[in-house]
């Protein structure tokens, strides 16, 4: 299957993600554009315009009705899918680096970057109440003073967020109180990117000390350790398999000083159980910043720093591998 490329930025990829349906795919660069695209031929749907610098998150709520992005621009902002109109802008006073609905999709949540003087913070709107965002004043704000969140995604039920922090720290914030419900350090360097499986048992960490790991959701016991040699910047579940798909490469600015083959940047899959590699999908000019896939884990997406997103469809192949039992041998 040749993949499908989405040529929609003109700067690096960011994040991607699929709605629940996974009939749309949301795309983010370090432009100010927010693209939308129908994941089943690559035909963009619209922009959401208005942001006025790096976007860099992006998610869309449980019925694809409202879709939130975070920006270097000091804001976040809230749009109708639909239309592409924006329906809110929350302003911050640091660049807002990660963003989430909760699973209703009536409670978001952004957190901040540590810049300017301003620590890193954790805000929570109710957008059932109008005047918390025309008033600028969440219903609950959790400081972090130690080490600023580099991903955040919201756990099961909407009882709490997950938190991933530059020392490699993990944390769980109640959404109720916001107090830290537990703490771990898995990671001896900064975590990339956090995803939860499709039943928001597990979530999966990639980190720049060139490991994935997964998680249990509600107890953060570490359950596995998937290993490369280069930092991994983004790590997904399959809805279907046990397969993890890996996205990585050099630090952005060291890609030039390194002698690599063009296109060298693959994106790898493990086997989720046996931690082991089968399989590597060359094809981005730059390392891959994020991945994601399908709902129905039939495709699975790339976004590099080439400012290309890939769709790949697998092989009817891929399927069958995964469904054959192993045959017993025969009793001599």
Same mark, same amino acid.
């Given at each position: 299957?040749?993949?499908?490329?989405?040529?929609? #930025?003109? @700067?690096?990829?960011?994040?991607?993600?699929?709605?629940?349906?996974?009939?749309? =795919?949301?795309?983010?660069?370090?432009?100010?554009?927010?693209?939308?695209?129908?994941?089943?031929?690559?035909? @963009? =749907?619209?922009?959401? &315009?208005? #942001?006025?610098? /790096?976007?860099?998150?992006?998610?869309?709520?449980?019925?694809?009705?409202?879709?939130?992005?975070?920006?270097?621009?000091?804001?976040?902002?809230?749009?109708?899918?639909?239309?592409?109109?924006?329906?809110?802008?929350?302003?911050?006073?640091? /660049?807002?680096?990660?963003?989430?609905?909760?699973?209703?999709?009536?409670?978001?949540?952004?957190?901040? +970057?540590?810049?300017?003087?301003?620590?890193?913070?954790?805000?929570?709107?109710?957008?059932? +109440?109008?005047?918390?965002?025309?008033?600028?004043?969440?219903?609950?704000?959790?400081?972090?003073?130690?080490?600023?969140?580099?991903?955040?995604?919201?756990?099961?039920?909407?009882?709490?967020?997950? /938190?991933?922090?530059?020392?490699?720290?993990? &944390? $769980?914030?109640?959404?109720?109180?916001?107090?830290?419900?537990?703490?771990?350090?898995?990671?001896?360097? $900064?975590?990339?990117?956090? $995803?939860?499986?499709?039943?928001?048992?597990?979530?999966?960490? /990639?980190?720049?000390?060139?490991?994935?790991? =997964?998680?249990?959701?509600?107890?953060?016991? #570490?359950?596995?350790?998937? @290993?490369?040699?280069?930092?991994?910047?983004?790590?997904? =579940?399959?809805?279907?398999?046990? #397969?993890?798909?890996?996205?990585? %490469?050099?630090?952005?600015? +060291?890609?030039?000083?390194?002698?690599?083959?063009?296109?060298?940047?693959?994106? @790898?899959?493990?086997?989720?159980?046996?931690?082991?590699?089968?399989?590597?999908?060359?094809?981005?000019? %730059?390392?891959?910043?994020?991945?994601?896939?399908?709902?129905?884990?039939?495709?699975?997406?790339?976004?590099?720093?080439?400012?290309?997103?890939?769709?790949?469809?697998?092989?009817? $192949?891929?399927?069958?591998?995964?469904?054959?039992?192993?045959?017993?041998?025969?009793?001599?």
């Amino acid at each position: 299957m040749k993949p499908i490329l989405l040529q929609g #930025h003109e @700067r690096s990829i960011t994040q991607i993600k699929y709605n629940r349906e996974g009939d749309l =795919l949301f795309t983010v660069a370090k432009d100010p554009i927010v693209n939308v695209w129908y994941s089943v031929n690559g035909e @963009r =749907l619209g922009t959401y &315009n208005g #942001h006025t610098g /790096a976007v860099w998150c992006v998610d869309a709520d449980w019925d694809t009705r409202h879709v939130l992005t975070g920006s270097a621009d000091n804001s976040c902002r809230l749009w109708d899918c639909e239309t592409g109109k924006q329906l809110a802008l929350v302003k911050t006073s640091s /660049a807002v680096r990660t963003c989430g609905f909760d699973f209703g999709g009536n409670i978001i949540m952004f957190s901040t +970057d540590k810049q300017m003087g301003y620590q890193c913070f954790v805000s929570f709107f109710d957008l059932r +109440d109008p005047s918390q965002i025309e008033n600028n004043e969440p219903y609950m704000k959790i400081p972090c003073s130690d080490s600023k969140i580099t991903s955040a995604v919201w756990g099961p039920l909407g009882e709490f967020i997950i /938190a991933g922090h530059e020392n490699g720290e993990l &944390n $769980q914030f109640s959404a109720k109180s916001g107090e830290q419900l537990s703490n771990i350090k898995e990671h001896t360097k $900064q975590i990339n990117d956090i $995803q939860t499986s499709r039943d928001m048992t597990m979530f999966i960490t /990639a980190s720049k000390d060139n490991t994935a790991k =997964l998680f249990d959701c509600t107890s953060l016991e #570490h359950l596995k350790t998937f @290993r490369t040699e280069r930092p991994v910047n983004s790590a997904a =579940l399959s809805p279907i398999f046990d #397969h993890v798909v890996l996205g990585g %490469g050099q630090e952005a600015m +060291d890609v030039t000083t390194t002698s690599t083959r063009i296109g060298k940047f693959e994106a @790898r899959f493990f086997h989720l159980a046996f931690e082991e590699e089968f399989g590597r999908v060359k094809g981005h000019f %730059g390392p891959i910043n994020s991945v994601a896939f399908h709902p129905d884990g039939k495709s699975y997406s790339s976004g590099g720093e080439d400012g290309y997103v890939r769709i790949h469809y697998f092989d009817p $192949q891929y399927f069958e591998f995964e469904f054959e039992a192993p045959q017993p041998h025969p009793q001599p």
